[in-house]
């Protein structure tokens, strides 16, 4: 199962209902009301899809009300917060850990492995930079995200 399915699925387990929609114009890629998710028939890829629809659910666990007016503050937060949720659904930090231990050296090539688009992953180290600074640490490892994404195993010193 891609990473698409396995959102419709977690989707259709939420009771969220997704529909392809033509919205209007091209850069509205999704939205979601009350339960339900509007893809623009316009992103026709499905990791492209997979991404919209990841941020859409993102705001189904996390928004509140109408957030449409970017003015003001408190739904800038909740935008980041949706986003935040979709980084850590599609990528997250041990998605970062398994692409390089699979071998990926460039941006495109962590992309592809983690089935999402190059726009979106960097857009996700951006939130992971702002988030952890230099760089953070999970189980043995360590990522640096300034002044590069790199991945590095840290050695335990047992005496």
Sequence with gaps: MNKLEKLEQDAFEDN????DYYLGEESLRGIYVNGNVAINTSVNNSIEK??????????????VGNILDMDLTGNRKQE???RLWAYNKLIGLSGIIEAFEHGCQSRFEIAEYLEVTE??????????RNKYGVGTTLDNYYIMFIPNLNVGW?????R
């Design 16 to 19: 969220v209902k997704v529909h």
């Design 119 to 128: 726009e979106f992953l960097e857009e996700c180290l951006a939130c992971y």
């Design 80 to 82: 980041r917060q949706a």
């Design 50 to 63: 997979a991404c919209v629809l990841a941020e859409e659910l993102g705001h189904h666990h996390t928004s």
């Design 154 to 158: 840290i050695y335990s010193q047992c």
